[in-house]
C-alpha cells in the first residue's frame, strides 16, 4: 500500500480547519520522540538516507516500522479474527492474541463490513492514522476468509492506507498470494525459538492439517512452517518484523540465535518484547509463576541483537481493537455502536494536507536535533546516562509528571540520544492530589535514569525524586525530546569534568506486569 495515490477521494468537500487539526493533534494523548542518531536501531530510526528509496516509502509513515514515524503517525486495528490454530503458554483465549497484545485485554470483535466502515469513520477523524493491522484476536491466518475480506474492502474505499499483518506463522506459506494480491507489504511474523526442544516449553500443542501435535513435534513444525513463510515473504519484497517474546530462563540467550536466524532470512526489523506474567491473566506462565525481564534484562538482550539487525523498541503490545498513536487508546471513542451512527466522508485531500504539516514539523524537529548535536561534536567520554521523558507526542516534551501514563526511555551519550523503551506507570496526579503508592511504581520504572523531563511538576514529588538520584527537569518544557535532552548531557558532562558531580551508575528498574489490563 505504499504506492502512490492516484484513486478520486469520495467527496473531497474539506470542512476542516487545518489549524485547529494540528491544535486537535497537539492536544491528543500519546508517546512522542524522536529517533536515534546515526545507528539503526529502534524500528528504524534511519532516516530517508539511510535505505533504499523504496524501503523509505515503506517505512516513513508506518508508526511501529519507523520509531520517528510513530511520533507523528497512527495505526489502528480490526479485531476480525478470533479463531487460533496453536496454543502459547503466555495466552488466555479469553484475551487477545498475546503475540502482539498485552496480555489480559478483550477488544470488540467486528464483522469485515463493519471494520470497512470502522476504518473510514478512524481516517476521517484522525488525518495520520496511515495503517490498518489485523493482528486478532486470535491469529488472522487462522481466520483467512475474514481477514482477506476486510482487506479487499479497506483497499476499495481507502487505498492510500498501509494494509498490516501479524501471524503466528503456521499457515503463511499457504497464504503468500493472497498477501501479495491485496498489497499488504508488511507483514510481523511471531518467531520465539528455532530449536523445537525450546519451543516445546512455549507451545503445548498445535493444530495442523486437521490434527493435533504436541511438543518437540509440534515446535518443530512450526518453525519450519515460521522461517519458510518468512523467505518467501521477503523474496516477494514484503517488509517483514519479527516480534519474540523474552521468556527469561527459557528462549532469553536462544533469541540471539533466532536474530541470527531471521536475519539471515530477510527479516527488516526484530521486535524483542517481554513477557508480562501475571497469575489473573489466567495463562499457563502467569499460573506457575514464570517471571518477565526486568529492564536492565531486556536491553542488554536488544543491545546485543541490535549489531545484527534493526530492532524495535517502540512496541506498546497494542490491544487488537488498538486506534491512534502508539502508547494511546482511542479505541472507546469508537466502539461499533458509534461508528455505525457516524456519517462519515472519506476526504483524501484533507488527510494528505495534513500529512504534508505534519512532515514539516518531522524536518523541523530534526534539523533542531542534529544542530544541538554538533554542540558534542569532539567530546570524548565513556559515561552513558538514561533520561525518563513525559510526552504527549510530536517529539515534545508537553506532559506534566502527574499525568505522564508512561515515560520514554533516552540513552545519553556523546554519540546523541537514542530512544531505548518505554515504561507504563501508575498516574500519579489523581484528580488534583499526588498519590504517594503511585509516586513508588513510578520511580521503581525508572529507577535506571540519571533524570525525568517534565513539562511541570509539583514541588512533593520533585523532592522525592530528587532524593532518589533523579534529577526532575522541566527548564526545557514544551520544547523538541533530543534536542533538550543533549544539551542536558552536555551540561552533566561539564559538571562532572569540573567536579561539581560525581557520575554514579544507576540500579535496574521494573517492566510493569499486572497494570492496565482490560483497559489499554
Ligand atoms: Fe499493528 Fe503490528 Fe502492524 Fe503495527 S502493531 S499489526 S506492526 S500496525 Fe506495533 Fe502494536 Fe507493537 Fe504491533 S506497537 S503491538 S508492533
Ligand atoms: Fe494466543 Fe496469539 Fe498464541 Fe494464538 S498465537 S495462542 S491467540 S498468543
Not at 12 to 40: F, I, L, R
Not at 168 to 177: E, K, M, Q, S, V
Not at 196 to 212: D, M, T
Not at 268 to 279: Q, R, V, Y
Request: with cysteine; hydrophobic share 35%; net charge negative.
Amino acid at each position: 500500500m505504499d504506492t502512490p495515490v492516484e484513486h478520486e477521494a469520495t467527496h473531497v468537500e474539506s470542512t476542516v480547519d487545518m489549524d485547529a487539526v494540528m491544535q486537535q493533534m497537539a492536544e491528543h494523548k500519546g508517546c512522542g520522540t524522536s529517533g536515534g542518531n546515526s545507528k539503526p536501531s529502534c524500528g528504524s530510526s534511519a532516516g530517508q538516507g539511510d535505505m533504499p528509496p523504496e524501503i523509505w516509502e515503506k517505512v516513513k509513515n508506518h508508526p511501529c516500522y519507523s520509531e520517528e514515524a510513530h511520533h507523528h503517525y497512527a495505526r489502528m486495528h480490526v479485531a476480525v479474527a478470533p479463531a487460533c490454530n496453536i496454543q502459547c503458554n503466555y495466552c488466555n483465549r479469553k484475551y487477545d492474541c498475546a503475540n502482539e497484545s498485552r496480555p489480559g485485554v478483550v477488544s470488540e470483535r467486528l464483522t469485515p463490513e463493519q471494520a470497512a466502515k470502522k476504518v473510514v469513520a478512524v481516517a476521517s477523524t484522525i488525518p495520520q492514522m496511515t495503517v490498518l493491522g489485523i493482528a486478532g484476536p486470535g491469529d488472522p491466518l487462522a481466520n483467512p476468509a475474514k481477514t482477506f475480506k476486510t482487506f479487499e474492502l479497506i483497499s476499495q474505499t481507502a487505498p492510500d492506507i498501509k494494509l498490516c499483518l501479524s501471524t503466528n506463522g503456521l499457515t503463511l506459506p499457504d497464504h503468500i498470494d493472497e498477501i501479495a494480491k491485496y498489497n499488504v507489504d508488511h507483514v510481523t511474523i511471531t518467531i520465539n525459538m528455532v530449536d523445537p526442544e525450546v519451543g516445546a516449553q512455549i507451545y503445548p500443542w498445535i493444530f495442523y492439517k486437521h490434527k493435533r501435535y504436541t511438543g518437540v513435534e509440534a515446535a518443530k513444525i512450526l518453525s519450519e512452517r515460521q522461517l519458510q513463510g518468512l523467505e518467501m515473504l521477503t523474496e516477494r519484497g514484503i517488509l517483514c518484523k519479527i516480534n519474540s517474546v523474552m521468556i527469561p530462563g527459557i528462549n532469553d540467550h536462544h533469541l540471539v540465535e533466532v536474530n541470527k536466524a531471521v536475519k539471515s532470512r530477510g527479516a527488516f526489523l526484530h521486535n524483542i518484547m517481554p513477557l508480562i506474567s501475571a497469575p489473573e491473566h489466567g495463562t499457563v506462565f502467569g499460573l506457575n509463576g514464570q517471571r518477565g525481564p526486568s529492564a536492565q534484562e531486556l536491553k542488554a538482550l536488544q543491545d546485543n541483537c541490535e549489531g545484527e539487525m534493526n530492532m524495535m523498541r517502540h512496541c506498546r503490545q497494542c490491544r487488537a481493537d488498538a486506534v491512534g498513536l502508539l502508547g494511546e487508546d482511542r479505541s472507546a471513542e469508537f466502539t461499533t455502536d458509534k461508528i455505525m451512527e457516524m456519517e462519515v466522508d472519506y476526504d483524501l485531500s484533507t488527510r494528505q494536507a495534513y500529512q504534508a504539516k505534519v512532515e514539516e514539523e518531522r524536518q523541523a524537529k530534526v534539523a533542531a536535533r542534529q544542530e544541538e548535536l554538533e554542540t558534542l561534536a569532539g567530546q570524548t567520554s565513556d559515561i552513558k546516562v538514561l533520561v525518563a521523558v513525559a510526552t504527549k507526542g510530536s517529539g515534545l516534551i508537553n506532559e506534566h509528571f502527574g499525568h505522564a501514563k508512561e515515560f520514554q526511555i533516552y540513552e545519553l551519550s556523546t554519540a546523541g540520544a537514542k530512544f531505548v523503551g518505554h515504561r507504563r506507570v501508575d498516574l500519579y496526579c489523581q484528580g488534583g492530589f499526588g498519590d504517594e503508592d503511585a509516586l513508588e511504581t513510578v520511580i521503581r520504572a525508572i529507577n535506571d535514569c540519571h533524570a525525568v523531563f517534565v513539562a511541570k511538576i509539583g514541588g512533593c514529588p520533585k523532592a522525592d525524586l530528587k532524593a532518589q538520584g533523579i534529577d526532575p527537569v522541566d527548564a526545557y518544557a514544551h520544547e523538541y525530546i533530543e534536542k533538550s535532552a543533549i544539551a542536558w548531557f552536555r551540561d552533566y558532562l561539564g559538571k562532572v569534568a569540573s567536579g561539581e558531580i560525581v557520575h554514579v551508575v544507576h540500579g535496574d528498574a521494573e517492566i510493569r506486569q499486572g497494570a492496565l489490563i482490560s483497559v489499554a
